[in-house]
């Protein structure tokens, strides 16, 4: 799934030229009536130029005033030039500098629905992965626990689209035996399911894991380029692509954010702001690759002429943590709970939303848009942007800990698992609670689809 940020920025500046000064209290020579029109005429050159460097991933703007001052006097018995820096109004420049991270996924989310407030339901992995292939809620996933459907295809997502006429593929870049992921999603007859990883069983380079995520798109553009396109025999295809995953590999041809941390020890405590600032550049160019990765697959569907046709889902398991005292996903807050969830679903108006969502939502509007006619409460979530937004818990990897969001604000939780039971306390600091926890959190708790 894609961990990452979206963001462009477009820059202009002036260049402001110097002035020069003339004081004294003698009569000025005469240095002749066009002795300054060369120079009159390159600072409104100067004063009309934008010193601006870029090319289609990276903008250097530099922008500031020269001053710069020139006094000369000559009373009769001395004369002298003195050249100063002017003062208290020394020159100054700044430099601006923008680049693009994911200038694919900004276009798509303006091409399709754009959800702001977006959640994973968990801050790990396995989880999260409970929630998006097999709709079910992270707590219930914890410890092994796996109240889910018991169908013949592992993945209850997949499992639907199957029912609606769709042949599934699942293209991986990581490995899928972490946490039993792997056998769980194919299922007692994984003969059924067109499976690729890209990863090795046995784990790989964490320097170079960055090549799986090119495999993996490279077995998905041949699936795109050589498959028989048929209206009437549709086709799903599920892709997941790791390189915002820590250690954050990419190819040196992506490092467009520089310096950046070489120090691949992940997870680690950050200590300096610093430190984060070179950890957050290297995370950013895995963004900018893993883009660059997208783009390609959308190149592909639209030079096979089927791009307009396809309806497109982007999100990602969990968000990352890059500052002081902090990295990586251990905890729940702003930075790991929040990620991207963009719908491009074709005969659908751009759009932005800034309704709350969370995973549990994504198949209920993939089934809403496909008109795939489901159970009444076979789904745990809601089409997105449809009805009341509803809280969202979200657990810690130990799942002893976690948050409940809603529209009313954000409550710190305690949980306690028995054998049957799941016991949920607030924090201490009811400031930080929303109004509406205790409602908000039944309602998360009862919306398990039955069994």
């Known amino acids: 799934m894609y961990g990452g940020l979206l963001k462009t920025a477009s820059a202009a500046a002036i260049l402001a030229a110097a002035g020069f000064f003339g004081a004294g209290s003698a009569t000025a020579a005469d240095l002749g009536g066009d002795c300054c029109a060369d120079l009159e005429e390159r600072v409104a050159e100067l004063e009309a130029t934008t010193v601006r460097k870029g090319n289609r991933k990276v903008s250097v703007t530099l922008s500031g005033f020269v001053s710069h001052h020139v006094m000369w006097w000559d009373d009769g018995d001395r004369s002298d030039v003195y050249i100063g820096d002017g003062g208290n109004y020394g020159s100054r420049f700044r430099f601006v500098g923008t680049a693009k991270i994911s200038p694919t996924l900004t276009a798509l989310a303006r091409e399709g629905t754009y959800f702001e407030n977006s959640l994973a339901e968990a801050t790990y992995t396995p ?29 209850w997502l997949l499992a639907v689209m199957r029912r609606a006429g769709y042949d599934p593929h699942v293209y991986v870049s990581t490995n899928l035996t972490y946490a039993k992921t792997r056998s769980r999603l194919l299922g007692p007859e994984p003969q059924k399911l067109d499976f690729f990883q890209a990863a090795s069983d046995q784990g790989d380079d964490p320097a170079t894991k960055n090549l799986n995520d090119r495999e993996v798109v490279d077995h998905t553009i041949q699936f795109i380029e050589q498959h028989v396109w048929n ?14 995953h820590y250690t954050y590999p990419f190819p040196e041809d992506q490092a467009v954010f520089q310096p950046y941390s070489e120090n691949l020890t992940l997870p680690r405590a950050i200590q300096t702001a610093r430190e984060a600032e070179l950890l957050t550049n290297r995370y950013r160019n895995a963004a900018h690759y893993v883009d660059s990765q997208l783009r390609r697959v959308l190149e592909a569907l639209k030079r096979e002429g089927i791009y307009d046709d396809t309806a497109i889902v982007v999100t990602a398991d969990h968000g990352e943590g890059l500052e002081p005292g ?50 009444k409460g076979s789904m745990r979530g809601t089409p997105a942007g449809h009805g009341p937004a509803r809280g969202v818990l979200i657990l810690a ?22 054998p049957a039971t799941l016991t949920v306390t607030p924090a201490r600091s009811a400031g930080r609670r929303g109004a509406d926890w205790l409602p908000q959190l039944q309602d998360f708790l009862q919306s398990a689809p039955a069994q």
């Not at 989880?127 to 097999?134: G, K, M, Q, R, T």
């Not at 996933?141 to 169908?151: S, T, V």
């Not at 702003?334 to 709350?356: D, H, M």
């Open 127 to 155: 989880l999260s992965w409970s929630v998006l292939l097999f709709d079910e809620a992270a707590h219930d996933n914890l410890f092994g626990r796996h109240p889910g459907r018991a169908e013949p295809l592992g993945s």
């Open 231 to 244: 209206p009437e025999k549709p086709q799903f295809v599920l892709l997941q692509l790791d390189s915002t």
């Open 326 to 375: 902090f990295q990586g996903h251990a905890a729940p807050y702003t930075a790991t709970r929040n990620v991207p969830f963009i719908f491009k679903l074709p005969g659908r108006e751009p759009a932005r939303s800034a309704q709350l969502v969370s995973h549990r939502d994504i198949l209920p509007t993939l089934a809403d848009y496909l008109q795939i006619d489901m159970p």
């Open 397 to 418: 990897p130990s799942g002893r800990f976690g948050q409940l969001v809603s529209n009313s604000g954000v409550t710190d939780l305690r949980l306690l698992y028995g």
